[in-house]
């Protein structure tokens, strides 16, 4: 595989993961309000890399699965990370009115919408996989397995731990720590989670488990830095939402206190380390290496 062909068979998956959207999201589940439901649709059909989900899907076919087959698990990856995202917009959160260059959830269906539109996606996240996983037939140690992992991810050790660190001043760790626990929580353990589901549903190797883990470690906090880096170089229209949000909430992140150029720096050794941690991973994994190189000094 050489890099045109990662970037092809990036788009090929990311279009297979929009196709799955789409679909779950014409098919209102039996009791939902049609107002909840069109909220939830608003965010999930907004756009955005899909990373988290067609890191699941490939991770799944390293090991041999079809993509049909782990695609309920990569949609709830997205489930999660958009909801996420809704509620990381809210007033009381991070308080911004543009996500993917639309206005936010709470913008567009006010704040109490916006809220249990998360809320249900975050459990229909689980939901979903397991009804549908169980149907196609996965072995059910897989399946609890995966899910094991999503659950910790999003948990009070997970997202939302790193929320409240990102959030809250009472729950403050020493300066030069800081970004570094904001990155594996808040960043970090969902693309962490979204390699990882994937290969434990097609039947990963222990080693290859372990050597995924500090892949999605890594790849986590190079992506969190590059973010830090873009509140500050990017533009609205670039980046799909408001930039400086980082500097005007006093934030500190990895620009506050290392600046744009040892940032970038860091960025890039925490790639070279994502692609280190795969040579204990059995099978082709050109194109998780080529995915790592290719998040440093990206535009969005």
Request: charged share 25%; hydrophobic share 45%; glycine share 8%.
């Amino acid at each position: 595989m050489t890099t045109p062909d990662f970037a092809a068979a990036f788009a090929d998956t990311r279009a297979f993961v929009e196709r799955g959207i789409a679909d779950l999201c014409a098919r209102r589940p039996e009791g939902t309000p049609e107002r909840l439901m069109e909220s939830m649709a608003y965010s999930l059909t907004a756009g955005g890399k899909r990373l988290r989900p067609v890191l699941t899907v490939q991770a799944a076919a390293l090991f041999g699965m079809a993509r049909e087959r782990s695609l309920p698990m990569a949609l709830a990856l997205e489930m999660i990370h958009t909801a996420s995202l809704i509620h990381d917009d809210l007033p009381a959160m991070d308080d911004d009115v543009l996500r993917r260059g639309k206005p936010t959830n709470h913008v567009r269906y006010g704040e109490a919408i916006a809220i249990l539109a998360g809320d249900a996606l975050m459990a229909w996240a689980f939901e979903y996989p397991l009804a549908e996983l169980a149907r196609l037939a996965i072995p059910s140690d897989r399946i609890c397995g995966a899910l094991l992992v999503l659950a910790n991810a999003l948990g009070p050790s997970g997202i939302c731990g790193g929320q409240v660190l990102d959030t809250d001043d009472e729950s403050a760790i020493p300066s030069d720590e800081h970004p570094w626990a904001v990155a594996r929580q808040k960043t970090g353990v969902l693309i962490r989670a979204a390699v990882l589901t994937g290969a434990i549903l097609a039947g990963a190797d222990g080693a290859s488990v372990d050597g995924l883990a500090r892949y999605g470690d890594h790849l986590g906090t190079a992506f969190q830095i590059e973010d830090d880096i873009l509140d500050v170089t990017s533009s609205p229209e670039a980046l799909g939402k408001t930039p400086g949000k980082d500097e005007a909430q006093n934030k500190r992140t990895f620009v506050s206190l290392f600046g744009v150029d040892e940032a970038r720096a860091l960025a890039r050794e925490e790639s070279r380390r994502a692609v280190e941690a795969l040579k204990a991973v059995r099978g082709d994994t050109f194109f998780f290496a080529a995915l790592a190189e290719s998040l440093v000094d990206r535009a969005n």
